[in-house]
């Protein structure tokens, strides 16, 4: 029997349906309370650990046999047992509001009556740093808050109430729950027990009102952008099963085969050419269908209406219906996959089973009601025991539905703060649930927790008998045209096998009509979203969480054109062992049937193997980092043979994207970390992934070519609650718009970087984040070979920690990479326009002495304006040269030396700043890596009227950097070299190094220079008649005045092009020019050089008057 159009009268109805549809309606939903009730935090022999000094057993706590009373619990003490133990929780306390009144409270009985050394006299309760407990008990810190020791009624062997209602001054976030428990004695010649019951904290009822701070934008600096308000425009006269005579119902039996409608066992093909409609009453809601197969000209047309299918496996090669882009489903409808565990392709030859297959050219529509937003963030702070929160976006969601709020805390995956609730009623941006909210959650102008609605009415979900304890749930694969929109996918994704993931675009080339909009994802075995061989879809305002390995995956590094937008990542878990490390190497993981995708040991929110794609809006919590950008050399999988470098492209764009609560596993791990390699044996195809530091450069079109070098660009970010905010190992990075909240470090840049517009926060108003574990800088200069320019940035809220050591571990603005004398600083950093707030002068440059460090004595930077350094001079918008604790950057009579910084700080005048190597071949080279005490001089400044020692030491690891256009004297302990090579690494155009060597009386010298690539640039130096002379040449001439050998050192390569610099904000960083050379040959037959070496040579400066 065909199917009709509808009557005249229900076409006016969806046309009056469709024009209601296209505005978001805020319509309340539920009753409000006006009274949020009291919440008990309870505690039992399940959450309490019994600690004392000695007298410990595994049967010190226990649980009372016999008891029907679930919290009741005993503590069993042997024979001489201590005077007082401790009661300690295992869980985190509840956040503590300052000046509100909680009560805790329990039941007490004696287990034998009161005697000598059976007598409990008093307790004391206390929370604590939970770092602390791991102290206990032979080292008690000082608690975040304590009770006065309290008694009780402690004396009966019948159970005793005891209330005690304590009040803290100051906030408390993260905490543990202590209870000491004293006695009048030690327990005595006999075993004893005392009983416990109905132990809580009881947090207090109160009004409920809307508070007066609530937020209006979720950031001070940046601008993050958000989805148009407006929902999905409608048009339900266009619903597929409204259409014409061609459709047909699955329950007619004229249809099928020899007149009969399949049943479910059956392998069942939707016959050819036709378009049927599956209704609530056409098919068994009970039983499992084994197989169905849609072929190509064929259609299966799901009805609007509530239903539940259970299923094994579905084939399309032609079109599967359920919604359209104008006809969004309103009806709950339940798709329920079934299969054990298997590799063998059930669905159809590679395309594995349990699930939804859609060939090449087949296509599939599944959308339901559209819910809007789908994720927004906290407009308050909300506190332990809050029913009700309010956010920033108005949203249609309804009562029943089930909402995350993400974690507030950093350590997501060790500390798991994320929490479901269920709505009990809703309008417009106040929401209440059914429970109370456990964990702190921060909603502050610095940041917000997200709040995200996971349920949908039509929902795809795995079911619970066949797939919980093997991972093994089902996926939706499609080849052709996908679109998912309102779809809620649940324990989807099958563990480790390749391909078999919850929504997955697989090879699908470039599409023109595809996306998955609102959708989202829970409890996932393997992945979330996955674009696979596949560009030009759309991602978009989708939810993802809790999923086992990379969530939102750009697959084999070939996929480009993409947009992925305004959708949220949170708590993803790594597979395996997490990739961890204490140095840049990082770890190496390997292809495995344990670990298929060896990456997953990095799992992230965002997993980008090709960055010509368009971020905006997106949002990730937790995972290994929130975005990760891994390395291929080469395109991995079907592509492997792809002759492209996905490595070498640059992001799209990048627009309003934020992370946090991630980084932590990896010492270099970032919360945005582009870094790692990921590689495949050629032999075999196993990938190999290496979770460490590799750089990578851009380019257009990603064709190596060094006039196409292009910039990656990271526009509006903001990073919280992370280690690294943004790891980036690579060339070329500019980052524009940029909050960084409570992160250790907000950036680890490398090549040339610009960090302009930010905001760094070392400590903001959250309370979790108080008493913190790590200390945190605002800037960490790295030692050599890049280019650094920080401008526009406000540092706020880096306040000394007593904790700290070290000047450069503290909570501090500006620190430097000092550990290595092999790595020295050439000029590579320099700041302009730089604010700061809440910042005690102490704490804006943290400068170590570290001994037998050269990149420690080499520390500098420009201070572009002065603004970093005007505390201190008194001088603002002057710039200034910020130079190591050493006399060698004390260069004029304005320099001012910090002992709060451990720095010298100087008006730069005409001055700058450059860089050269000795080389002497064979004992000093660059390739040579030498011991850090392996002196051989020092470097002194002469002239410019310097009377007094202003040097610092060399050693055989070359490289010193200082003040251009100065004298530079140079003394070698171990006799002046009678081969001596100087590279000019880093002298800007205009600039000279003024150059004083000793030698032998009657030393005879040829020198030349010369640029190792082209002998365009070989001169003889020639001999001129004075030290002036030299100094105020162009560098073509030497002079020796029997003592002293003079050299101007210039960089004739260098023709002040703006491709010599790295160029921001009218601050120039010169380049490292490879290599242009002095040669220095000197002969003295009087005396000459002993092995290389002209010995016991006088250290004697030249004049100051030079």
Same mark, same amino acid.
């Given at each position: 029997?065909k199917i009709y159009k509808k009557n005249h009268f229900l076409k006016i109805l969806i046309i009056f349906i469709y024009l209601s549809c296209n505005i978001l309606k805020v319509n309340a939903d539920g009753t409000f309370s006006t009274i949020q009730p009291s919440t008990d935090i309870k505690f039992d022999k399940s959450n309490l650990e019994f600690v004392a000094e000695w007298d410990v057993s595994a049967n010190s706590i226990s649980n009372v046999v016999g008891s029907t009373d679930s919290s009741e619990f005993s503590l069993n003490y042997g024979v001489w047992g201590p005077t007082y133990n401790y009661l300690i929780a295992k869980n985190k306390s509840p956040s503590i509001k300052a000046n509100v009144d909680y009560t805790f409270s329990f039941d007490f009985k004696l287990g034998k009556a009161l005697g000598e050394y059976n007598n409990y006299q008093s307790?004391?309760?206390?929370?604590?740093?939970?770092?602390?407990?791991?102290?206990?008990?032979?080292?008690?810190?000082?608690?975040?808050?304590?009770?006065?020791?309290?008694?009780?009624?402690?004396?009966?062997?019948?159970?005793?109430?005891?209330?005690?209602? %304590?009040?803290?001054?100051?906030?408390?976030?993260?905490?543990? @729950?202590?209870?000491?428990?004293?006695?009048?004695?030690?327990?005595?010649?006999?075993?004893?027990?005392?009983?416990?019951?109905?132990?809580?904290?009881?947090?207090?009822?109160?009004?409920?009102?809307?508070?007066?701070?609530?937020?209006?934008?979720?950031?001070?600096?940046?601008?993050?952008?958000?989805?148009?308000?407006?929902?999905?425009?409608?048009?339900?006269?266009?619903?597929?099963?409204?259409?014409?005579?061609?459709?047909?119902?699955?329950?007619?039996?004229?249809?099928?085969? &020899?007149?009969?409608?399949?049943?479910?066992?059956?392998?069942?093909?939707?016959?050819?050419?036709?378009?049927?409609?599956?209704?609530?009453?056409?098919?068994?809601?009970?039983?499992?269908?084994?197989?169905?197969?849609?072929?190509? &000209?064929?259609?299966?047309?799901?009805?609007?209406?509530?239903?539940?299918?259970?299923?094994?496996?579905?084939?399309?090669?032609?079109?599967?219906?359920?919604?359209?882009?104008?006809?969004?489903?309103?009806?709950?409808?339940? =798709?329920?996959?079934?299969?054990?565990? #298997?590799?063998?392709?059930?669905?159809?030859?590679?395309?594995?089973?349990?699930?939804?297959?859609?060939?090449?050219?087949?296509?599939?529509?599944?959308?339901?009601?559209?819910?809007? &937003?789908?994720?927004?963030?906290?407009?308050?702070?909300?506190?332990?025991?809050?029913?009700?929160?309010?956010?920033?976006?108005?949203?249609?969601?309804?009562?029943?539905?089930? +909402?995350?709020?993400?974690?507030?805390?950093?350590?997501?995956?060790?500390?798991?703060?994320?929490?479901?609730?269920?709505?009990?009623?809703? $309008?417009?941006?106040?929401?209440?649930?059914?429970?109370?909210?456990?964990?702190?959650?921060?909603?502050?102008?610095?940041?917000?927790?997200?709040?995200?609605?996971?349920?949908?009415?039509?929902?795809?979900?795995?079911?619970?008998?066949?797939?919980?304890?093997?991972?093994?749930?089902?996926?939706?694969?499609?080849?052709?045209?996908?679109?998912?929109?309102?779809?809620?996918?649940?324990?989807?994704?099958?563990?480790?096998?390749?391909?078999?993931?919850?929504?997955?675009?697989?090879?699908?080339?470039?599409?023109?009509?595809? %996306?998955?909009?609102?959708?989202?994802?829970?409890?996932?075995?393997?992945?979330?979203?996955? =674009?696979?061989?596949?560009?030009?879809?759309?991602?978009?305002?989708?939810?993802?969480?809790?999923?086992?390995?990379?969530?939102?995956?750009?697959?084999?590094?070939?996929?480009?054109?993409?947009?992925?937008?305004?959708?949220?990542?949170?708590?993803?878990?790594?597979?395996?062992?997490?990739?961890?490390?204490?140095?840049?190497?990082?770890?190496?993981?390997?292809?495995?049937?344990?670990?298929?995708?060896?990456?997953?040991?990095?799992?992230?929110?965002?997993?980008?193997?090709?960055?010509?794609?368009?971020?905006?809006?997106?949002?990730?919590?937790?995972?290994?980092?929130?975005?990760?950008?891994?390395?291929?050399?080469?395109?991995?999988?079907?592509?492997?043979?792809?002759?492209?470098?996905? @490595?070498?492209?640059?992001?799209?764009?990048?627009?309003?994207?934020?992370?946090?609560?991630?980084?932590?596993?990896?010492?270099?791990?970032?919360?945005?970390?582009?870094?790692?390699?990921?590689?495949?044996?050629?032999?075999?195809?196993?990938?190999?992934?290496?979770?460490?530091?590799?750089?990578?450069?851009?380019?257009?079109?990603?064709?190596?070519?060094?006039?196409?070098?292009?910039?990656?660009?990271?526009?509006?970010?903001?990073?919280?609650?992370?280690?690294l905010g943004v790891g980036y190992w690579g060339e070329n990075i500019e980052i524009v718009g940029y909050e960084s909240h409570d992160n250790t470090r907000p950036v680890s840049l490398f090549g040339n970087v610009w960090l302009h517009n930010a905001l760094v926060n070392g400590q903001s108003g959250n309370i979790l984040t108080k008493n913190s574990e790590t200390t945190r800088q605002g800037f960490r200069f790295y030692d050599f070979y890049v280019q650094t320019i920080i401008s526009n940035t406000i540092f706020r809220n880096f306040i000394h920690s007593t904790a700290a050591t070290k000047r450069d571990e503290d909570n501090v603005v500006i620190t430097a990479t000092t550990f290595s004398d092999v790595f020295k600083p050439q000029f590579i950093s320099a700041t302009k326009n730089i604010t700061f707030q809440n910042v005690p002068q102490s704490q804006i440059?943290?400068?170590?002495?570290?001994?037998?460090?050269?990149?420690?004595?080499?520390?500098?930077?420009?201070?572009?304006?002065?603004?970093?350094?005007?505390?201190?001079?008194?001088?603002?918008?002057?710039?200034?040269?910020?130079?190591?604790?050493?006399?060698?950057?004390?260069?004029?009579?304005?320099?001012?030396?910090?002992?709060?910084?451990?720095?010298?700080?100087?008006?730069?005048?005409?001055?700058?700043?450059?860089?050269?190597?000795?080389?002497?071949?064979?004992?000093?080279?660059?390739?040579? $890596?030498?011991?850090?005490?392996?002196?051989?001089?020092?470097?002194?400044? %002469?002239?410019?009227?310097?009377?007094?020692?202003?040097?610092?030491?060399?050693?055989?690891?070359?490289?010193?950097?200082?003040?251009?256009?100065?004298?530079?004297?140079?003394?070698?302990?171990?006799?002046?070299? &009678?081969?001596?090579?100087?590279?000019?690494?880093?002298?800007?155009?205009?600039?000279?190094?003024?150059?004083?060597?000793?030698?032998?009386?009657?030393?005879?010298?040829? =020198?030349?220079?010369?640029?190792?690539?082209?002998?365009?640039?070989?001169?003889?130096?020639?001999?001129? #008649?004075?030290?002036?002379?030299?100094?105020?040449?162009?560098?073509?001439?030497?002079?020796?005045?029997?003592?002293?050998?003079?050299?101007?050192?210039?960089?004739? @390569?260098?023709?002040?092009?703006?491709? $010599?610099?790295?160029?921001?904000?009218?601050?120039?960083?010169?380049?490292?020019?490879?290599?242009?050379?002095?040669?220095?040959?000197?002969?003295?037959?009087?005396?000459?050089?002993?092995?290389?070496?002209?010995?016991?040579?006088?250290? +004697?400066?030249?004049?100051?008057?030079?």
């Amino acid at each position: 029997m065909k199917i009709y159009k509808k009557n005249h009268f229900l076409k006016i109805l969806i046309i009056f349906i469709y024009l209601s549809c296209n505005i978001l309606k805020v319509n309340a939903d539920g009753t409000f309370s006006t009274i949020q009730p009291s919440t008990d935090i309870k505690f039992d022999k399940s959450n309490l650990e019994f600690v004392a000094e000695w007298d410990v057993s595994a049967n010190s706590i226990s649980n009372v046999v016999g008891s029907t009373d679930s919290s009741e619990f005993s503590l069993n003490y042997g024979v001489w047992g201590p005077t007082y133990n401790y009661l300690i929780a295992k869980n985190k306390s509840p956040s503590i509001k300052a000046n509100v009144d909680y009560t805790f409270s329990f039941d007490f009985k004696l287990g034998k009556a009161l005697g000598e050394y059976n007598n409990y006299q008093s307790m004391v309760l206390s929370f604590y740093i939970p770092e602390d407990i791991a102290y206990f008990p032979w080292e008690i810190r000082t608690p975040l808050y304590t009770t006065n020791e309290f008694s009780g009624n402690f004396a009966s062997t019948s159970y005793q109430s005891k209330i005690l209602t %304590f009040r803290s001054t100051v906030d408390i976030g993260n905490s543990i @729950m202590v209870l000491r428990i004293n006695r009048a004695t030690e327990t005595g010649p006999t075993a004893s027990s005392v009983y416990f019951r109905n132990m809580k904290i009881t947090i207090p009822s109160k009004p409920i009102t809307t508070p007066t701070d609530l937020l209006t934008k979720d950031s001070e600096l940046i601008v993050i952008p958000k989805p148009p308000i407006s929902l999905d425009l409608q048009d339900l006269t266009k619903c597929p099963y409204l259409t014409a005579s061609d459709l047909y119902n699955w329950h007619d039996p004229t249809i099928w085969p &020899n007149g009969v409608v399949p049943s479910p066992n059956q392998n069942i093909t939707i016959p050819a050419g036709k378009r049927v409609l599956i209704s609530a009453s056409s098919i068994s809601q009970t039983q499992i269908y084994s197989r169905i197969v849609v072929p190509v &000209n064929s259609e299966l047309i799901f009805n609007d209406q509530n239903f539940t299918m259970n299923i094994r496996d579905i084939y399309v090669q032609g079109k599967f219906i359920m919604g359209t882009s104008l006809c969004r489903y309103n009806s709950f409808i339940n =798709i329920i996959f079934h299969g054990e565990k #298997t590799l063998q392709d059930t669905i159809a030859q590679f395309y594995g089973s349990k699930g939804i297959a859609v060939a090449s050219g087949g296509f599939i529509s599944v959308q339901g009601k559209q819910y809007h &937003n789908t994720w927004s963030k906290l407009a308050s702070n909300v506190w332990s025991g809050d029913r009700v929160i309010w956010i920033q976006d108005n949203v249609n969601w309804e009562v029943g539905q089930q +909402v995350l709020i993400t974690t507030s805390v950093y350590k997501d995956e060790l500390d798991n703060q994320n929490e479901i609730l269920t709505i009990k009623a809703i $309008e417009g941006k106040k929401i209440e649930f059914t429970e109370p909210i456990k964990w702190f959650k921060y909603g502050s102008q610095e940041y917000q927790s997200e709040v995200a609605l996971l349920s949908r009415r039509i929902v795809f979900s795995s079911d619970e008998s066949s797939s919980v304890s093997t991972s093994f749930g089902g996926h939706i694969l499609s080849s052709g045209e996908m679109q998912f929109a309102g779809v809620q996918l649940k324990r989807m994704g099958q563990k480790n096998v390749k391909a078999r993931y919850p929504l997955h675009y697989h090879l699908g080339g470039t599409l023109n009509n595809s %996306f998955i909009s609102d959708c989202s994802v829970t409890n996932s075995y393997y992945r979330c979203y996955t =674009i696979h061989g596949t560009n030009n879809v759309t991602l978009t305002r989708n939810v993802a969480y809790d999923a086992f390995g990379h969530c939102y995956y750009l697959e084999d590094g070939v996929e480009v054109d993409n947009r992925i937008s305004f959708n949220l990542g949170a708590y993803v878990h790594t597979i395996g062992k997490p990739a961890a490390g204490a140095s840049q190497i990082g770890e190496t993981f390997y292809q495995s049937s344990e670990l298929t995708q060896p990456a997953d040991s990095a799992a992230s929110c965002f997993y980008i193997t090709n960055s010509w794609n368009s971020f905006i809006g997106n949002a990730a919590s937790g995972g290994w980092a929130g975005f990760a950008f891994p390395n291929l050399p080469k395109p991995i999988g079907n592509h492997r043979t792809l002759n492209i470098i996905p @490595m070498q492209y640059p992001i799209k764009e990048w627009q309003g994207n934020t992370a946090h609560s991630s980084g932590y596993y990896f010492e270099d791990g970032a919360s945005i970390y582009v870094g790692g390699n990921l590689t495949f044996n050629e032999a075999n195809g196993m990938l190999i992934y290496n979770s460490g530091r590799l750089g990578r450069t851009t380019y257009v079109n990603g064709v190596k070519n060094e006039n196409n070098v292009v910039f990656d660009r990271l526009n509006n970010t903001k990073i919280f609650l992370s280690n690294l905010g943004v790891g980036y190992w690579g060339e070329n990075i500019e980052i524009v718009g940029y909050e960084s909240h409570d992160n250790t470090r907000p950036v680890s840049l490398f090549g040339n970087v610009w960090l302009h517009n930010a905001l760094v926060n070392g400590q903001s108003g959250n309370i979790l984040t108080k008493n913190s574990e790590t200390t945190r800088q605002g800037f960490r200069f790295y030692d050599f070979y890049v280019q650094t320019i920080i401008s526009n940035t406000i540092f706020r809220n880096f306040i000394h920690s007593t904790a700290a050591t070290k000047r450069d571990e503290d909570n501090v603005v500006i620190t430097a990479t000092t550990f290595s004398d092999v790595f020295k600083p050439q000029f590579i950093s320099a700041t302009k326009n730089i604010t700061f707030q809440n910042v005690p002068q102490s704490q804006i440059i943290g400068h170590e002495d570290v001994a037998n460090s050269g990149s420690s004595r080499l520390f500098n930077f420009l201070d572009g304006d002065g603004s970093v350094t005007s505390s201190f001079t008194g001088k603002p918008g002057i710039p200034q040269i910020v130079g190591s604790h050493v006399s060698w950057w004390k260069f004029d009579d304005s320099c001012l030396f910090s002992t709060e910084w451990n720095v010298w700080v100087c008006n730069k005048g005409t001055k700058g700043l450059a860089n050269i190597e000795f080389w002497v071949p064979g004992f000093m080279e660059r390739e040579l $890596e030498q011991d850090p005490d392996s002196y051989i001089g020092s470097i002194s400044l %002469f002239g410019s009227g310097i009377n007094d020692e202003r040097k610092t030491l060399l050693t055989r690891n070359p490289g010193i950097t200082g003040v251009s256009n100065m004298g530079w004297y140079a003394y070698f302990t171990i006799g002046t070299p &009678n081969y001596l090579r100087i590279w000019t690494a880093q002298i800007a155009f205009g600039e000279y190094i003024f150059l004083a060597i000793p030698y032998p009386t009657g030393t005879t010298f040829t =020198i030349t220079s010369e640029y190792d690539y082209s002998n365009q640039y070989t001169y003889t130096i020639t001999k001129t #008649t004075s030290a002036l002379a030299v100094k105020q040449g162009n560098g073509k001439q030497y002079y020796f005045d029997g003592t002293h050998l003079f050299l101007k050192l210039v960089n004739f @390569m260098n023709t002040g092009g703006s491709w $010599e610099s790295f160029d921001r904000v009218g601050i120039k960083i010169p380049d490292v020019y490879w290599t242009y050379i002095y040669n220095i040959r000197a002969t003295n037959t009087a005396k000459p050089s002993v092995n290389g070496y002209f010995l016991n040579l006088p250290d +004697v400066r030249p004049s100051s008057t030079l």
